[in-house]
């Protein structure tokens, strides 16, 4: 680490070292450094020259390339609005010797800026130091001693909880600079506590290639200083929701702590803005207990009082106050048009609902709004609270709520059966142990989720061997199951797995999954249409796996085995022998394979319905094989041959004729496509995007 004290204010710092990532364009494998997230540590290297370097850390994926990927029937997705106008696809977790308040980031970008859409920084609670042995004072930086010797391990000391120090309010790439390298420092929010971990997160949605990151510095000060008028005006941090009477504590205790409410930038919940409103609605308990309401409202300017009769509701007006013994103007809504309402409340709102009344509670404990539920976008507002909150929604049918924690009744004792989640997605849930395994455990075994078909839990610390045996279990009907990036369950976790009968999807990507982990989930599941193999390191021979593909999933469709570098031309015959329907299939930085083994010619003539290829740094490549894929594969629709040597312009200009459903070609580092050629076809095909990669 090297940091420096300016004015003895200020502290500036570079990353010490790399917590956690979501994703990495380079290999796995310790000793390699080209591509690879761990490049971010230390100073800038690049800066300030701008282009393809190796010693950048680069994501896996860019642009709406991938997004295809998943063929799926019941890739129903959550339709409810979410609060954010972006999605973040990849996040790296850094780490700094030195804990500060945080007064600048400065992201050192240096190819295709522009991804980055939110900074976190994760709040620490640290043991008091004991006085030093020389001296009766204690050491004010306390919280930073165990860090002068080595870093600490994950999970950091008494992690509390993650704020928003900055996210962008465009739904994308948000570089305005154009073409070269930057340094890019948003004006935070205010952070009134120490930090040493950030998270940056990335949308790569609207990039046009590979975003490169060189470095990361931290500005911050040991002591805490509110912004004055000479600074540039920053936001208070976010505060916890604990402002409620005994009696809503008590009405509604699963739900106090959901989620933290937005920045002051974010919509306000719904208690917050009667003041606002003409009629100067609001809303109190009556003394009974009975959530009765009275309204108060300003318009009604009578002096005499009148009682009125409408259905089931009674009105009392006297001394310009109403008093209604249901729910005020709710009250004349029938309850279709409320439901339909609280359908288009984004996630966090319809949950804080539940805190405005028992008209609202009711409604927003309606399971058919929570039977589709993504939490990936409030994965830092997410707790345990939460969890308790959607297994009170749906309690399993064995297990029913009570005020001191949960009961186990038998079947016999329930009155019905409870409706089940169908579609979950909790990815990053639990970074930063937020949400520990033991939690999520709990969760699976006490929620209804015996009509769960699709769970997405990419990237998520709460997930163990424990949790993956109980989602079996409790999941009998899975039909989509994607733990990318779960590093946390072994490979004997990783085959309970093989108990589930009928996926269709399967994400293994960057886990320790295994050959026996593998063989038996494709054996059991010959329904399998998608499943990715990318950067499992324990999987020693793909050529089984290929084997026993072909032998058992005849109706696969997508194929990624990213960096597998045991796949030869054996383990490509053996597919094409029982799988005839494949369309996307990324063999990219499969070493093992060669032209002169024609495994690309029976590839192509194979598989006619391929609207993606990805062979990308094959440098056996030949004209002969993309000739190939030219006349036998007319849907393709991606083609990458990254870093191809013996591939020629004629060549491509055939394929760009060819392949008229083609629009993305990756022609990066190919010796004999020079900017002046990659200009030229451009030109002549524009409604391709043909990539070229550089360095200046």
């Known amino acids: 680490m090297k940091f420096k004290e300016e004015q003895a204010r200020y502290v500036k710092q570079y ?283 300003d318009v009604t300017q009578h002096d005499d009082v009148t009682t009125t009769q409408h259905d089931d509701i009674t009105t009392t007006q006297h001394d310009n106050v109403i008093t209604s013994t249901t729910y005020g103007y ?62 009170a929604r749906f309690p399993h049918d064995g297990v029913r709520e009570r005020s001191s924690g949960v009961e186990i009744i038998e079947e016999d004792d329930k009155n019905k059966k409870n409706k089940s989640m169908e579609w979950l997605k909790f990815s990053w849930l639990g970074g930063g142990e937020t949400i520990t395994s033991e939690q999520f455990t709990t969760f699976l075994s006490i929620t209804q989720l015996s009509m769960l078909r699709h769970l997405d839990v990419t990237s998520s610390p709460c997930v163990s061997d424990e949790s993956l045996k109980l989602m079996v279990e409790c999941t009998p009907l899975l039909r989509h199951l994607n733990i990318q990036s779960c590093d946390k369950p072994t490979s004997e976790g990783i085959r309970i797995l093989g108990d589930l009968k009928f996926l269709k999807y399967l994400n293994l990507y960057r886990t320790q999954a295994d050959d026996a982990g593998v063989i038996c989930l494709i054996q059991n599941n010959s329904d399998l249409e998608n499943i990715n193999l990318g950067s499992c390191l324990k999987i020693s021979d793909f050529n089984r796996i290929f084997e026993e593909i072909g032998k058992n999933c005849r109706k696969m469709k997508t194929i990624d085995v990213w960096r597998a570098k045991t796949l030869t031309s054996q383990g490509i015959e053996d597919l094409l022998r029982g799988c005839r329907k494949i369309q996307r299939l990324d063999l990219g930085w499969c070493i093992g394979l060669t032209s002169n083994s024609g495994s690309f010619d029976r590839l192509a003539q194979s598989c006619p319905n391929l609207t993606k290829l990805f062979l990308t740094a094959n440098r056996t490549l030949c004209d002969v094989d993309v000739l190939k894929i030219a006349d036998f594969c007319p849907k393709l629709e991606l083609l990458d041959i990254l870093g191809t040597r013996l591939v020629t312009r004629p060549t491509i200009e055939y394929l760009l004729t060819k392949c008229d459903k083609l629009k993305f070609l990756d022609l990066s580092f190919c010796y004999s496509f020079g900017a002046d050629v990659i200009g030229s076809l451009r030109a002549n095909h524009p409604h391709v995007s043909i990539k070229r990669s550089f360095q200046d």
């Open 330 to 391: 709710f009250s004349f809504l029938p309850c279709e048009i409320m439901d339909k309402i609280f359908g288009y409340l984004p996630l966090p709102a319809l949950l804080r609902t539940s805190k405005v009344c028992r008209l609202f509670r009711d409604h927003s404990y309606q399971q058919r709004h929570l039977v589709r539920v993504d939490l990936q976008p409030y994965w830092h507002l997410a707790d345990v609270h939460l969890l308790e909150s959607l297994s």
């Open 15 to 297: 990353v010490s070292g790399i917590l956690d990532y979501s994703s990495q364009y380079g290999s796995e494998n310790a000793r390699s450094f080209s591509y690879s997230i761990s490049n971010v540590v230390g100073e800038p290297k690049i800066f300030p020259k701008y282009g393809d370097y190796t010693q950048a850390a680069v994501m896996r994926t860019y642009g709406r390339w991938w997004d295809g990927d998943v063929i799926d029937d019941l890739m129903c997705k959550d339709t409810r609005p979410q609060s954010s106008n972006f999605r973040s696809d990849d996040y790296i977790d850094l780490i700094f010797e030195q804990a500060v308040y945080p007064w600048s980031i400065a992201i050192y970008e240096t190819y295709n800026p522009g991804g980055l859409v939110r900074i976190l920084a994760m709040c620490e609670q640290f043991p008091d130091l004991p006085q030093t042995s020389n001296n009766n004072e204690t050491n004010e930086d306390s919280t930073n001693l165990d860090l002068h010797k080595r870093l600490i391990p994950m999970p950091p000391y008494g992690c509390s909880r993650w704020e928003v120090l900055w996210e962008s309010s465009e739904s994308g790439c948000h570089n305005k600079s154009g073409r070269g390298a930057r340094m890019f420092a948003p004006i935070l929010h205010e952070l009134d506590h120490q930090t040493r971990i950030i998270r940056l997160e990335f949308c790569h949605s609207n990039l046009d290639y590979y975003t490169e990151i060189d470095a990361v510095e931290l500005t911050g000060t040991l002591h805490f200083y509110r912004s004055s008028s000479v600074d540039p005006p920053l936001h208070q941090p976010q505060t916890s929701i604990q402002q409620m009477t005994d009696e809503d504590v008590s009405e509604s205790k699963v739900d106090l702590q959901l989620l933290q409410p937005p920045n002051p930038n974010s919509p306000q919940p719904l208690n917050f803005i009667e003041e606002k409103t003409t009629s100067q609605l609001s809303l109190h308990n009556n003394n009974s207990g009975s959530g009765d309401v009275i309204i108060t409202n």
